[in-house]
């Protein structure tokens, strides 16, 4: 069971970047997903989720208006869209499978229990 992040990179403060989660090994279709972002020397923290229909979704206030989270069942992959980055959101962010009874709001690290490796985002001012 596998979750590959991928889309990272280095980008202006302002520009954009499209980060991909695909999952291999298992379905993940019925499970609500969720991407999270660590910067160095803080804790890890959660950005965004939708749920297994993609009818809901949540976000951090911080990245609201500028950030999309999508999904794509058929390919078993879930997105990131980032717009209007700043030099605040460089951090390797994860995405991440919760395949038990979702709570809402789903921030809780704790309750997602497949993790991808991360995918490097570096946004310079």
């Known amino acids: 069971v596998q979750l590959q992040a991928s889309g990272g990179g280095l980008v202006q403060a302002g520009g954009s970047l499209r980060l991909s989660c695909a999952a291999s090994?298992?379905?993940?279709?019925?499970?609500?997903m969720g991407w999270f972002r660590q910067a160095p020397g803080k804790e890890r923290e959660f950005v965004a989720a939708i749920t297994w229909s993609g009818a809901s979704t949540y976000y951090r206030d911080s990245v609201k208006g500028r950030f999309t989270i999508s999904r794509d069942n058929a390919k078993n992959t879930v997105y990131l869209q980032m717009n209007s980055l700043k030099p605040e959101g460089t951090a390797v962010y994860y995405c991440?499978?919760?395949?038990?009874?979702?709570?809402?709001?789903?921030?809780?690290?704790?309750?997602?229990?497949?993790w991808g490796q991360g995918t490097l985002v570096t946004v310079s001012s």
């Open positions: 090994g298992r379905t993940f279709g019925r499970d609500l």
């Open positions: 991440a499978a919760d395949s038990g009874v979702p709570s809402w709001p789903p921030l809780s690290r704790d309750k997602y229990d497949y």
